[in-house]
């Protein structure tokens, strides 16, 4: 079983979130998170004043698979993902140690699924 992170730009969701559901990835977990990176900000005026703004508004997709699921997980998310420009966000997997459905108590794969 693995967890997939993507930390994407929020204009990119309603693609990435097509690209999954075409690869029968139907499950996820979407959140608002701010971060920073190499597109460190920018700076804005308001009210007279200069604001840098650093943390910009990003979209963090959390989807548990099992293994055989997890390299097309990855690819759908690019696929949907991808600008080709600076910001377009990162994806991190790792080794998921367990999983419990607390509906029936069901554990591991069958849990996921």
């Known amino acids: 079983m693995k967890m997939i992170v993507a930390i994407i730009q929020p204009e990119r969701l309603e693609a990435v979130k097509k690209e999954l559901f075409n690869a029968e990835i139907h499950k996820m977990t979407v959140s608002r998170v701010r971060g920073c990176g190499q597109q460190k900000g920018y700076d804005e005026h308001y009210r007279g004043q200069i604001k840098s703004v650093n943390l910009l508004e990003k979209i963090r997709i959390e989807i548990a698979v099992n293994?055989?699921?997890?390299e097309p997980t990855v690819k759908a998310i690019i696929k949907g993902a991808k600008t080709d420009t600076i910001g377009d966000g990162k994806i991190f997997v790792w080794n998921?140690?367990?999983c419990i459905r607390?509906?029936?108590?069901?554990?591991g794969g069958s849990a996921i699924g």
């Open 96 to 98: 998921l140690l367990d």
């Open 67 to 70: 293994d055989e699921f997890a």
């Open 102 to 107: 607390i509906r029936t108590g069901d554990k």
